[in-house]
């Protein structure tokens, strides 16, 4: 099932996807809530968060549940449990769930949506990362390999839902780069501010099982994700050293070496050191390099993800000569736009939500990938030797 082109759901002709968004924090209320209000195929029918007043030092104007409930005309719950049992009770119809809530949460918020049995059909638009714990995200992944084809379970990484995305992992898939042999990735976030701040616990500061917490889970899931789609590599072992900042213990730089089961090698680097804002006015992009090397030809996919003129998808062949894949989209990596009505990960999901066909652009194997890589990277930082990723063989995984 890992990462169809489309998949084909109930045929019901919904005229909106009812939706409740779990987690009312930063990004739900800057992007999620207003996406959904836009979006003519979706409806809000409940939100929930721990706290009747959410907030967040990336945004002190959080509005309340009360406030929510009224601009929304929605319910609003501060209990997961509460959201869920009620909903069975009075056989209101529910169509999808957004887990929006602190990273670390995810395991525990997702189990419980899969395992209540009573609101059967639910899909699962998860915020990224997967999970910030190997085990976690195992036991996860194996529930959610038990759902079966009428319910969807995807991670929000934007990236891999839009057309390039679509159209490298397609040349991949095709044979026409022959074997992957080697990836060179880069991501440069202009987001010191987030990491370098010591209000942004949920950001920096492990909890839990976590072995560290900054820049990997944050950031660099996102490049991690998009890898393992075009690609389909299984990572194997991972080499790596971290920056730490000063103010937070934060990582906000790293390099890592990794060795997937089929021999093909993987440098890895990224920081957050990038000048500028990247929600700011005027806004600084994301600068993405990311080269895939195969034995028939190489994938070049660089620029900056604010400004589509700065690059395209690329495809050199054997002979030297270079073909740009789908002239004049150029280059689009995250979409993070707040204005509109949503993300082409929030279009699927809502595709999902009413039987519609959609591109499943990161399931929860490529959410378990991440979270082995981020995790074995944070062991390697710790021991200075290269680790083992846990549970690398697909049977393990399962």
């Excluded at 639910?122 to 996860?140: D, Y």
């Excluded at 880069?186 to 976590?210: H, Q, R, T, Y």
């Excluded at 280059?331 to 999902?352: C, M, R, T, V, W």
Aim: with cysteine; glycine share 8%; aromatic share 8%.
């Amino acid at each position: 099932r890992l990462c169809e082109m489309s998949i084909n759901m109930d045929t019901n002709n919904k005229q909106k996807a009812r939706i409740a968004l779990v987690g009312a924090g930063w990004w739900a209320q800057g992007w999620h809530l207003p996406h959904l209000k836009e979006n003519p195929g979706a409806e809000i029918v409940a939100i929930v968060d721990s706290s009747r007043q959410p907030t967040s030092a990336l945004n002190p104007n959080l509005e309340s549940l009360d406030l929510l409930a009224e601009r929304y005309n929605c319910k609003v719950y501060t209990s997961l449990d509460h959201m869920l049992n009620e909903f069975h009770e009075t056989g209101d119809e529910l169509n999808g769930i957004i887990v929006s809530a602190p990273h670390a949460t995810h395991f525990e918020l997702g189990r419980k949506i899969l395992e209540f049995q009573h609101i059967p059909k639910v899909n699962i638009l998860m915020e990224k990362p997967f999970t910030t714990c190997i085990q976690e995200a195992r036991l996860l992944h194996g529930a959610v390999q038990k759902l079966g084809r009428d319910r969807a379970f995807m991670v929000n990484h934007s990236a891999n839902f839009r057309k390039q995305a679509i159209l490298a992992k397609s040349l991949v898939d095709s044979g026409a780069l022959g074997s992957i042999r080697h990836v060179t990735a880069f991501m440069g976030s202009p987001l010191i501010w987030i990491f370098d701040n010591p209000k942004n616990a949920a950001w920096n500061e492990p909890s839990g099982s976590m072995l560290g917490n900054g820049f990997a889970w944050g950031q660099s899931s996102h490049i991690l994700a998009f890898l393992y789609l075009v690609t389909g590599l299984q990572p194997s072992r991972v080499f790596c050293t971290m920056n730490h900042s000063e103010k937070t213990g934060a990582d906000i730089a790293h390099a890592a070496s990794i060795i997937c089961e089929c021999g093909a090698t993987v440098s890895l680097s990224g920081t957050t050191l990038l000048p500028g804002d990247a929600h700011a006015d005027p806004v600084v992009g994301k600068l993405i390099r990311v080269k895939i090397f195969g034995s028939k030809g190489a994938l070049i996919y660089s620029g900056d993800d604010r400004k589509v003129e700065s690059g395209s998808l690329q495809f050199r062949h054997e002979d030297g000569s270079v073909e740009e894949i789908a002239p004049g989209d150029g280059f689009k990596f995250e979409n993070i736009d707040q204005e509109g009505n949503g993300p082409e990960s929030l279009q699927a999901f809502i595709d999902a939500c009413l039987g519609k066909e959609f591109f499943q652009g990161a399931d929860s194997a490529i959410g378990l990938k991440t979270v082995q890589t981020i995790d074995a990277m944070y062991r390697s930082q710790k021991s200075m030797n290269a680790e083992p990723v846990i549970f690398g063989s697909k049977e393990e995984a399962l």
